[in-house]
């Protein structure tokens, strides 16, 4: 493993927060384990070198590397079960009755590899598909990494991955590929999810306000003041009593939020 001095570990986090907000300064050592094989693998022979040339090229490619060998993309369909349950039986009742126009603004903030919004869509489909009239329940999903984007949009997850789905939502969202234990989306599933790429450092000036903002164990990188700058943006980016749901392992900072809050990880705006 390559010894990263100190010098070149306050360049790379300082780089690292101030463009994408995730605050590694406690993760010497995960950065010098996971970035290793990495900076050789590029011909560089020290951290220094690579470094200057992540600062100075600003390569997107070698950026996304960076990021997604730092950064943990474990996810899996229905996870913190309880959230979606809540969107089932309270949030989607609520957003039936108030939205006259039959169109819904949801975001998956942070959307990884596509469980969360395809649960999401899976759920809009259950509920809305019977109802009289035509619902827009398309999902925006957004992330920063363009290679889980990519493994999103082709949707195929293995069992581990779906085990939690009601066996006919597997049925009925889930085709067979040619790989045995793999499962992949059907296209009505895809066209109903909206992939984009996002860094959430960046002003949100999407087309229309949002009901609902899922950004659940995305912030867990990132300092009280970074946090509590995005949370204000998700606000802002809000209609009147829009939904906020946060990973269980995450909190927002009671004495400055707007958000009003209902429920572990989950808050409403008023």
Known sequence: ?????????????????????????????????RLSNVVLSMGYSTFSEYIDNILTQKNPQDIEVMLNKLTTNYTFFMRESEHFDYFQKTVLPYLEKKKTNKVLSIWSAGCSTGQEPYTLSMILKEYFDSKPGSWDTRVLATDISQ????????GIYDEESTRDLPPDWKRKYFKATKEPGLLQVT??????????????MDPI???????????????????????????QRFFDASVPGAYLFIGHSESLNKATTPYTYLMPAAYRKQ
């Open 147 to 154: 290679n889980v984007l990519r493994s999103a949009m082709e």
């Open 187 to 200: 296209d009505a599933l895809k066209k109903n999810v909206i992939f984009r790429t996002f860094n959430l």
């Open 1 to 33: 493993m390559l010894e990263l001095k100190d010098q070149d570990f306050k360049r790379l986090i300082t780089f690292i927060q101030s463009r994408y907000g995730i605050n590694l300064s406690q993760k010497r050592q995960l950065i010098m384990g």
């Open 205 to 231: 000036r999407f087309r229309l306000k949002f009901d609902v903002i899922f950004c659940r164990n995305v912030m867990i990188y990132f300092d009280q003041e970074t946090k509590d700058a995005l949370v």
